[in-house]
């Protein structure tokens, strides 16, 4: 550029070296007559919307196409597991001091003894069994009469020194060796210190070689160690002759059972306080049916308090719980309580990588028999599982005091249970979302009014969680903040689920879910979807509500075939696809281009025209101006004293398309000063307001329209 004007220049000097017959002092001017090129440029699609955005179809025809991420919904706004916990007390009661035998004999030896005591040497009773019994001669035994054997001894103290009953129960068992029947028989039973009567009955008769039963409650008896016994009683002897040996007796066994105690003193023997299979129940909430759970990770917490002065041991199996198709099992001892304090057990057990069935005992019964011992096999259930606790004390030997308020607490928790996979029915959630998108589509058009001819958006969810639903559109409004202007969506889709398919269960957490593709497409037909996109927003307002097995009944229990997989997610998104025909009004479009111009190169330019030729393929009339800047980038002077008309390119009726561009050549003149403005700018700016012709009719946009320019300068040079 810089060459032709020095071309020129030397051109004229030496056509000045031809004139020397003028006057020295006169001062020239040439009209340079040169059309020289100053600036390109040209106003293209991309000024309108970004070329990512862009498609082209069939015969060039351009769309629009743009799409963005609204929500996600993952796992845990699906269903939580909550922390659970299963508490129990086993008090004193639940405990067993045992049951107690002791024997007493009364020998036909002991009646001739107390017959020689009463009697005499020469008693008749005394000499017939000795004598029998010494030389093996049967003899004929006369009545006795009453005999009273006091003072009985029965030490129990090496089992309890006593013990305060609630309730139980003592039987005393008459069994009659004597070859003679006993009337008349009393028995009574005292605690030795105290001397209350614990036991008292009336045998009115024991047949010879045989025995008799008598049981009497011991409810809000104390009973102590040491015990006394009497024993009254009769026989009328035999009815002729018997073999007789004096070792024959009446023996009385007390066995004291079925304790049920508010205290004791005693030496407890070995014995399970605990041996019990439930089923703990959780609740999920909202319809929630869990089958099975494969744990990504969580606990299982065991805290036991006793207050029981020996040591417990327990044992704990999860049969519901499995891990390599082995059941969950902790064992522990816990310390035995003291005066100060309870004994205290604490583990923890992380039971990530469990596969935990929550069918309850049905479905484990089904393969082990009855486990809870009622007889069936029990149907399956949800939210529930399996598991047998037991527990028990090893006896020291030493006598120890416990009282009801002694007891055994237990606490087994589950916490913070997260599942890798979850398997069952996922119930009723409802998640509403709401939020604010950038709409980057349409923002480079400022101020304009326009009109798109044929507006598709759609609304997309990609499921990955195995579960049925719906989404309604409960808001989506397009936001123009440039105008302030925003248009709410309406129409008929409004009000109708929009039903969400559920995937395929790939049955392994190591194979990703393919999601269930789901789309609506917003159209003319159902919505004012094209009036809200020709609002020209930058952003779009949405709130979408998801309902998880809408209309869906809950089904029969343990048949639910819900899945979920931990980090999958329902995802909603839109997508717009936009055939570009309009029709639009105060369209405008712009460009700035360098000046290819120094202040060196216009030293002797008077004056004269800048002349913007055009070539328009768009089927638009462009209002053309064109803006001085300064450095600063602002507007300063205007190239031309009113906006100048490029005409649109004319469609092919035909085709219509536009197949050649339409030229027009717009003359502004200049003077010196505004050429200065532009040489000290170095930069102009072109604006192009567009009205789409014919008026009132959408025009389809094609991917090579656009409307070139290029400014050349045809300058008056003053030459000296």
């Not at 070296?17 to 040169?34: H, L, M, R, S, T």
């Not at 001894?153 to 090496?158: F, K």
């Not at 598709?456 to 440039?482: C, D, H, W």
Request: net charge negative; hydrophobic share 40%; with cysteine.
């Amino acid at each position: 550029m810089k060459n032709i004007y020095k071309i020129v220049f030397w051109f004229a000097l030496f056509s000045l070296g031809f004139q020397a017959c003028k006057k020295e002092f006169e001062k020239p001017n040439w009209d340079v007559g040169i059309l020289a090129p100053l600036a390109y440029g040209s106003l293209t699609l991309d000024d309108i919307v970004d070329d990512s955005l862009v498609s082209v179809g069939a015969n060039n025809l351009v769309f629009l196409s743009y799409g963005s991420d609204m929500y996600s919904m993952k796992l845990d706004s699906m269903f939580v597991i909550p922390d659970t916990s299963i508490e129990f007390t086993v008090n004193l009661e639940n405990l067993d001091i045992g049951e107690y035998d002791f024997t007493y004999r009364t020998s036909l030896g002991d009646i001739a003894l107390y017959d020689l005591e009463e009697n005499g040497p020469g008693s008749n009773l005394y000499t017939t069994i000795m004598n029998a019994h010494n030389f093996g001669i049967p003899a004929t035994i006369d009545p006795v009469d009453q005999q009273v054997f006091n003072d009985i001894a029965i030490d129990a103290s090496e089992y309890f020194e006593s013990v305060e009953i609630e309730s139980g129960y003592m039987d005393i068992i008459m069994n009659n060796q004597m070859p003679m029947a006993i009337t008349n028989l009393t028995f009574e039973l005292r605690n030795a210190d105290d001397g209350t009567v614990v036991f008292q009955d009336v045998f009115d008769i024991i047949p010879p070689n045989s025995e008799l039963t008598r049981t009497s409650s011991l409810e809000g008896i104390t009973l102590e160690g040491n015990l006394v016994g009497v024993i009254t009683l009769e026989s009328p002897g035999t009815p002729g002759d018997v073999i007789i040996d004096t070792a024959m007796s009446l023996t009385a066994s007390i066995v004291i059972r079925d304790l049920v105690i508010l205290s004791a003193t005693a030496v407890f023997p070995n014995q399970d306080l605990i041996d019990m299979g439930e089923q703990a129940v959780i609740d999920p909430g909202n319809g929630v049916q869990l089958s099975e759970v494969l744990v990504r990770e969580g606990k299982i917490n065991i805290d036991i308090y006793n207050t029981i002065q020996q040591p417990m041991h327990f044992n704990l199996k999860l049969f519901s719980a499995l891990l390599g198709g082995i059941p969950l099992e902790i064992t522990g001892d816990v310390p035995a309580g003291t005066v100060s304090g309870a004994g205290h057990f604490s583990v923890e057990k992380d039971v990530s990588d469990y596969y935990i069935n929550f069918r309850g005992v049905g479905s484990l019964e089904a393969a082990m028999g009855d486990l809870n011992g009622n007889g069936i096999i029990d149907s399956d259930t949800i939210n529930s599982l399996y598991y047998e606790i037991t527990g028990g004390i090893d006896s020291t030997g030493n006598m120890i005091t416990l009282t009801q308020d002694d007891s055994l607490y237990l606490n087994l928790s589950f916490s913070n249970i997260i599942p890798e996979y979850g398997k069952g029915f996922l119930g009723y959630h409802i998640a509403e979302e709401s939020g604010i998108i950038d709409f980057e589509v349409l923002n480079e058009i400022d101020g304009a009014e326009l009109s798109l001819e044929n507006v598709l958006l759609s609304l997309q969810i990609k499921n990955q969680i195995g579960v049925e639903g719906a989404v309604f559109i409960n808001e989506l409004t397009s936001i123009n903040s440039r105008t302030g202007a925003s248009v709410s969506l309406s129409g008929p889709i409004m009000s109708e689920p929009l039903y969400i398919s559920k995937p395929t269960d790939p049955l392994s957490p190591y194979t990703d879910v393919i999601p269930a593709n789901s789309s609506w497409l917003l159209s003319n037909s159902n919505s004012n979807i094209q009036e809200l996109i020709s609002n020209l927003p930058d952003k779009l307002s949405y709130n979408l509500r998801v309902e998880t097995n809408y209309n869906i009944a809950q089904p029969i229990p343990g048949s639910g075939t819900d899945f979920v997989y931990y980090g999958d997610e329902i995802s909603a998104s839109i997508s717009l696809e936009v055939p570009l025909s309009l029709k639009a009004s105060n369209l405008t479009l712009s460009d700035t281009v360098a000046i290819d111009l120094s202040s060196a190169e216009i030293e002797d330019v008077l004056g004269g025209n800048l002349i913007l030729i055009t070539d328009n393929y768009f089927p638009f009339q462009a209002e053309l101006q064109m803006f001085i800047m300064d450095t600063l980038n602002n507007i300063t002077d205007s190239l031309f004293l009113t906006p100048q008309i490029a005409e649109a390119g004319v469609v092919n009726t035909s085709s219509g398309i536009v197949d050649v561009p339409q030229k027009s050549k717009l003359v502004a003149e200049i003077s010196k000063d505004k050429l200065k403005k532009i040489v000290e700018a170095g930069y102009v700016k072109i604006v192009a307001r567009f009205d789409t012709r014919p008026v009132d009719t959408h025009v389809s946009i094609y991917s090579y329209y656009s409307i070139s320019f290029k400014l050349v300068a045809d300058f008056k040079y003053h030459l000296n």
